[in-house]
């Protein structure tokens, strides 16, 4: 399972690095013991924005579950655009899944990697 995810994951990416609004897409799996995974990446777009992941992924039977996640799409200048993440806070949320904003945080549930790329794409005008 955990290979068919990162077949998966590297497809999304492929698709991506041929787009002509991104300049780099890279990303970095590391295996580990008891079916877990470990992926990080990002995607640089034209106007030097930048989407940054990370994944924390556990394999279970024939699923993989998102155990921690982090999608951050940011300027140049490091300004948040957004921010899909599971961690916890202080105080504490009252849900777990959420999204930052640059001035809010909702519940959203998880997205996928490629819902991220597809927000980032939109707020840059490449969709």
């Not at 999608?71 to 961690?87: C, H, M, P, S, W």
Request: overall charge negative.
């Amino acid at each position: 399972m955990l290979d068919r995810y990162v077949a998966e994951i590297s497809s999304v990416l492929d698709k991506y690095r041929a787009a002509t609004f991104v300049t780099e897409a890279r990303v970095s799996f590391e295996f580990r013991p008891g079916g877990q995974s470990y992926l990080e990446g990002a995607i640089r777009f034209t106007d030097q924005s930048v989407l940054h992941f990370r994944e924390y992924l556990d394999q279970i039977a024939d699923s993989v579950e998102k155990l921690m996640y982090v999608y951050q799409y940011q300027t140049e200048a490091g300004d948040l655009l957004f921010r899909y993440d599971n961690a916890r806070h202080r105080p504490p949320l009252s849900f777990v899944e959420h999204r930052h904003a640059p001035d809010e945080v909702t519940f959203v549930p998880a997205p996928t990697l490629e819902m991220a790329l597809q927000e980032a794409s939109a707020l840059g005008g490449w969709l």
